[in-house]
T-cell receptor, first 113, second 108 residues
Framework: EAQVTQNPRYLITVTGKKLTVTCSQN?????MSWYRQDPGLGLRQIYY???????DKGDVPEGYKVSRKEKRNFPLILESPSPNQTSLYFC????????????FGDGTRLSIL | QKEVEQNSGPLSVPEGAIASLNCTYS??????FFWYRQYSGKSPELIMS????GDKEDGRFTAQLNKASQYVSLLIRDSQPSDSATYLC????????FGTGTKLQVIP
């Protein structure tokens, strides 16, 4: 089954404790992206990757890191999480580029105390 | 000015009516346009994509694009209660920018 898999689905943690949210897709997609979704602000792109070793900032990259060492994986790293990063996070992928429809993971609900 | 603007709603329509959802965008260079549906607590799922001016129909859904007016819309014919969700407009130009979504309520 074609899918984008995020882990964990839920996480409660504390300020300053480094965490990684994993994202993996099995569709051989080139383009991968991370979003956060907050009430009233909608979906905002954090980082995107056009292909392996090619990443670029989206609209809200501050406080996040990403890497794309393999085509299928695109982890999101919060090196020193803060409460304002409490949000619902989605990973998405698309074939080719951002000009193709994206497939979304089920989301990760992150709470930082 | 927001890059992608949508009326947040809620937009309430009776069952069987046509629901009209609108979206405007600011970047004239935008190349690709998408409508996603998101049920509460779920991830967005693609409804329609449109790349050139005019209408594109898929079942009960019609997307309309007018690049000169920087406007994209989604029409849902014969609206059903199961169409009740938030509809997200997205515009792509290297990065992808989403509107904040329009909440649609279809009243039985």
């Amino acid at each position: 089954e074609a899918q984008v898999t995020q882990n964990p689905r839920y996480l409660i943690t504390v300020t300053g404790k480094k965490l990684t949210v994993t994202c993996s897709q099995n569709m051989n997609h080139e383009y991968m992206s991370w979003y956060r979704q907050d009430p009233g602000l909608g979906l905002r792109q954090i980082y995107y990757s056009m292909n392996v070793e090619v990443t670029d900032k989206g609209d809200v990259p501050e406080g996040y890191k990403v890497s794309r060492k393999e085509k299928r994986n695109f982890p999101l790293i919060l090196e020193s999480p803060s409460p304002n990063q409490t949000s619902l996070y989605f990973c998405a992928s698309s074939f080719g580029s951002e000009n193709q429809p994206q497939h979304f993971g089920d989301g990760t609900r992150l709470s930082i105390l | 000015q927001k890059e992608v603007e949508q009326n947040s709603g809620p937009l309430s329509v009776p069952e069987g009516a046509i629901a009209s959802l609108n979206c405007t965008y600011s970047d004239r260079g935008s190349q690709s346009f998408f409508w996603y549906r998101q049920y509460s607590g779920k991830s967005p799922e693609l409804i329609m994509s449109i790349y050139s001016n005019g209408d594109k129909e898929d079942g009960r859904f019609t997307a309309q694009l007018n690049k000169a007016s920087q406007y994209v819309s989604l029409l849902i014919r014969d609206s059903q209660p199961s169409d009740s969700a938030t509809y997200l407009c997205a515009v792509a130009l290297k990065k992808v920018t989403f509107g904040t979504g329009t909440k649609l309520q279809v009243i039985p």
